[in-house]
């Protein structure tokens, strides 16, 4: 069984930097894209970003292209979201998920994943 830990969420203000990381442990995530999601208060789940297993390509949704960079290190099994220029509107619980392939069909569809973290909270600051 595959579990899929977050860390690295917390109180920043507008304008500030946060890493996010997503450690699996008892399998690896070998051979699958990893991706991010998040979800705010009484709103849907939504897709952030997903990285390949090996060739590197990454995909973002618009609302973060240029502020968020996706990253991985496969020998340590452990995704990254690197987070700038935060703004109140990334407020959310945000997830890690294992993909189903080396890279979904569909990035933000939530059926291209099939493990999902508990989540770490980002509160943004106006």
């Known amino acids: 069984q595959l579990q899929l830990v977050e860390s690295g969420g917390g109180l920043v203000q507008a304008g500030d930097s946060l890493r996010l990381s997503c450690a699996a442990s008892g399998r690896t995530f070998s051979s699958r894209a990893m991706g991010w999601f998040r979800q705010a208060p009484g709103k849907e789940r939504e897709f952030v970003a997903v990285i390949s297993w090996s060739t590197g390509n990454t995909y973002y949704t618009n609302s973060v292209k240029g502020r968020f960079t996706i990253s991985r290190d496969n020998a340590k099994n452990t995704v990254y979201l690197q987070m700038n220029s935060l703004k109140p509107e990334d407020t959310a619980l945000y997830y890690c998920?294992?993909?189903?392939?080396?890279?979904?069909?569909?990035?933000?569809?939530?059926?291209?994943?099939?493990?999902w973290g508990q989540g770490t909270q980002v509160t943004v600051s106006s």
């Open positions: 998920a294992r993909g189903r392939s080396a890279f979904p069909t569909v990035v933000g569809a939530r059926h291209e994943y099939d493990y």
